[in-house]
């Protein structure tokens, strides 16, 4: 919300001291969010006039129209001056801004006499861009007669050197995006008056006896609550947007169009309440809101073919659908510059009905940004009251009256005690005080047995519980005079093993080369689909977000793979060709359970509400993902380049297992999103902890991924609470190694795994290793068959190992590998 401090100066009496980042800094201090003060005009230094256009010659014997203009600047000025100009949107006697020579406009332009057009122009009849106001190029700038006198300075009168604040507003403070609901904040903020003009009705004619009102309805008064609509004929449709409205809607960031639109803009704008202008001739009966008829189509007025949805909310005549609902117009019924007739609606929409469609329709607009945060319930029949009475001020015509249509309304009243913004904050804040600053804000207060009734004003739809109280209670107190204390830790705690195992793990993997990401946590059945996740699976999503940002990702994640692997796609897709990415989070898992009643917010929950709150949330753990992609190790002199595979992906499991302590064990699996064979699930002590291997073909291709992608997904819960709560210290023997290689031949159907942990545990405590370096399938072996070897290591803590124990120790590996795995020593 862009908010001009001039416009803010005629609803609110401010500190004429005051500049704009000052009332800035105000608006800070009471929980708003002022992104930047930006000066009008910035760069215009000199002397800048109002001129009276005297006289004008229309110059013809050049290629485009030109004018030599006399325009008066006042006595002070030098009088008359001669300026040529090129606009054709003025005529003697109107009053103009003009840049004297020595002036310099932004952009560093220096104004001065200069010959052109075989005359000397003495100075710049100036336009809105010239200045540095706006995109306007098509015309100077007119003003209204009897603004000011020849010689004047223009500057202010023209909005130069006008600040503006940049508001970012949040979805909760819909009343900050209007004039009218940052001048009461200010009021607040500086302790003065404020004069709520947008409950006011303005002065309008009788209705004409002789014309009969467009109607309107509501088919859906859940939807739509409160419909008006005003009529209005005879309107000029040639009629001006006056300069001062104009120049308003431009610092606001908006486009003038025409008057009847400007008009629903400024009002807009000024009170907060989106309107809309129809043309009454095109009008096919009663306009009234209801629900849209699936299959139907609207041509909205930014010329778009929209498919319509049965929950979508239109606005409809005999003929069907001409609007969307707080959201956009229809193409049919839109003002034009022949237009002499207009239905003015002003109406009620439910913020979460805009919401849905406006996100369906991937349409966002200044009204539904408003009536998605609330719109004042009670604003309707006044902002269009506003707006018609500039409409027939400022472009003439006959008022015909209103219709309306209203669903009965019973006020919302919260009760709460005085002392409870004191308890929650911390600090002493008075009953009275509590009562001044909720009064302030527009609340209804009366006194019970219980405390206070409040009842929150309209323009508060936010306010529905006493916690909200509070917060308004606190923001207005300031933020910046709560105590701060910092909690005192217990002595001897410091970090929990889990965070201590995630922060080790983290560096393990990062000093492997992989990079640490985080992603958003959520997802849709897309990404899931395109992974092969069964429905049943656990990995599969079952909590859906009440208001998700995006349709197309309403769940919260399962799974950290989706999100890592769309992570690993954009950076393939910005030129990294090559990489291995990993990220450690929470994920969501399970059903939520039945729903309890919020806690109070004064005192600790009870042992029962504990419960009820561990039962209502699903399970949460704590996982690690790792996909990678590419060379492992690029080409060069050293030799040829190694792309990641499976064994990478497996490797990641044994780096976090050996930073916990403990060891993983591999066996083959069948997991769908998984290359079939290429597949491991990890067990720790038994406990499956997670999977990694080779994507399935189809899963890279449905993503975009390079093939031969491969990924890895580990539980951490389940390895932190394996893990030993103290490592001992490896114990290093002073004693030689000695060495023995076996090679040992095993069928294709044998996992690896399988036959090292039957080597490990057949040889029992004094081996210290055990590590596979080759294979071999050839003619050498049966077919069906595969040779591994393996470099055995054995040590003592305190002898050197003869060849006796040695050799013992080794048949003893291979006769269980045998018994197990049907191990045969390769040669034998």
């Not at 540095?132 to 009897?146: A, W």
């Not at 201590?500 to 990079?515: F, S, T, Y």
């Not at 803590?797 to 590998?817: F, I």
């Amino acid at each position: 919300m862009r908010a001009p401090v001039s416009w803010l100066r005629e609803l609110v009496d401010l500190p004429a001291q005051e500049g704009g980042r000052a009332i800035a800094e105000r608006l800070i201090r009471a929980g708003l969010e002022v992104e930047s003060v930006e000066r009008l005009g910035e760069g215009v230094q000199g002397t800048l006039v109002i001129g009276r256009v005297e006289q004008v010659e229309e110059l013809t014997e050049f290629k485009k129209p030109i004018r030599w203009c006399q325009v008066d600047v006042g006595p002070a000025h030098g009088g008359v001056r001669g300026i040529i100009c090129g606009a054709r949107n003025f005529l003697a006697g109107d009053l103009v801004a003009v840049a004297l020579p020595g002036t310099v406009l932004p952009g560093d332009f220096r104004i001065a006499a200069r010959q052109t057009y075989g005359r000397t122009s003495d100075g710049m009849i100036c336009s809105e861009r010239e200045l540095g106001l706006g995109d306007d190029h098509d015309g100077i700038i007119v003003l209204p007669p009897g603004t000011a006198k020849p010689g004047d300075d223009a500057a202010g009168i023209v909005g130069v050197g006008d600040e503006v604040l940049d508001i970012a507003v949040t979805p909760d403070r819909g009343y900050a995006l209007s004039m009218r609901g940052l001048a009461r904040e200010l009021a607040i903020a500086y302790g003065v008056e404020f004069i709520d003009l947008g409950l006011a009705l303005p002065d309008l004619p009788a209705p004409a006896e002789d014309g009969v009102p467009a109607q309107c309805g509501s088919d859906d008064l859940q939807a739509c609550s409160l419909f008006t609509l005003r009529t209005i004929t005879g309107f000029d449709p040639g009629a001006p947007t006056p300069a001062w409205m104009r120049r308003r809607l431009v610092a606001c960031g908006m486009r003038p169009v025409s008057l009847a639109v400007d008009v629903t803009n400024y009002v807009m704008l000024e009170l907060g309440q989106p309107l809309h202008a129809f043309d009454l001739d095109k009008l096919q009966g009663p306009v009234r809101a209801a629900r849209a008829k699936a299959g139907d189509t609207l041509q909205t007025l930014d010329h778009v073919e929209r498919a319509l949805d049965a929950d979508d909310l239109v606005i409809r005549d005999d003929r069907g659908s001409i609007g969307l609902a707080g959201t956009m117009g229809g193409l049919e019924t839109e003002i034009d510059e022949g237009t002499t007739s207009i239905a003015l609606e002003a109406a009620w929409f439910a913020p979460d009905v805009v919401a849905r469609m406006s996100r369906r329709h991937r349409l966002s607009s200044e009204a539904s940004r408003r009536f998605e945060r609330g719109v004042d319930r009670a604003l309707a029949p006044y902002a269009s009251a506003r707006a018609a009475a500039l409409l027939l001020e400022l472009g003439g015509g006959r008022y015909l009256g209103m219709t309306a249509v209203e669903a009965p309304r019973r006020p919302h009243v919260i009760s709460m005690t005085g002392q409870l913004p004191a308890q929650v904050a911390g600090m002493e804040i008075s009953q009275d005080r509590t009562e001044e600053l909720l009064a302030a804000i527009g609340c209804d207060i009366a006194l019970a047995d219980a405390g206070l009734l409040v009842t929150p004003p309209t323009w508060r739809p936010d306010l529905s519980d006493p916690a909200d109280l509070v917060e308004e209670v606190i923001r207005l107190v300031g933020y910046d005079r709560l105590p701060s204390t910092l909690p005192t830790a217990a002595m001897g705690h410091g970090q929990t093993l889990g965070q201590r195992m995630r922060r080790r793990i983290g560096m393990v993997l990062a000093a492997r080369g992989a990079h640490e990401v985080l992603t958003y946590p959520f997802v849709g059945d897309a990404e899931l689909d395109a992974l092969r996740v069964d429905p049943a699976d656990a990995r599969r999503p079952r909590v859906r977000l009440a208001n998700p940002l995006s349709d197309e990702q309403p769940y919260l994640r399962a799974s950290l793979l989706p999100g890592l692997l769309a992570a690993l796609r954009r950076n393939i897709g910005r030129g990294s060709d090559a990489g291995c990415l990993f990220e450690i989070g929470s994920v969501v898992q399970g059903q939520l359970g039945p729903p309890v009643g919020r806690p109070a917010v004064d005192a600790r929950p009870t042992a029962g509400e504990w419960a009820g709150i561990e039962a209502l949330l699903p399970g949460q753990p704590n996982m690690l993902a790792a996909v990678m992609c590419g060379d492992r190790e690029p080409a060069g002199w050293w030799g040829p380049a190694r792309s990641y595979d499976w064994s990478d992906a497996v490797a990641v499991a044994d780096a976090v297992a050996d930073a916990a302590g403990l060891q993983v064990a591999r066996e083959p699996d069948e997991d769908p999103s998984f290359h079939p064979g290429r597949c491991a699930r990890l067990l720790i002590a038994g406990m499956p902890v997670g999977v990694a291997g080779e994507l399935h073909p189809r899963v890279t291709e449905a993503l975009g991924l390079p093939a031969r992608t491969c990924a890895a997904e580990i539980d951490l819960d389940t390895v932190t609470a394996l893990a030993p709560e103290v490592r001992s210290a490896p114990q290093v023997s002073t004693h030689p190694v000695a060495k023995e290689d076996v090679a040992v031949v095993v069928s294709e159907m044998v996992p690896v795994a399988s036959v090292e942990a039957a080597l490990r545990e057949g040889a029992g405590p004094l081996l210290e290793s055990v590590r596979l370096f080759d294979v071999y399938r050839g003619p050498q072996v049966p077919q069906g068959h595969r040779s591994l070897a393996f470099a055995l290591r054995f040590r003592a803590s305190d002898r050197t190992l003869d060849a006796a124990e040695t050799a013992s120790a080794r048949e003893a590996a291979v006769a269980l590998a045998g018994q197990r795995c049907g191990a045969v020593l390769r040669g034998l």
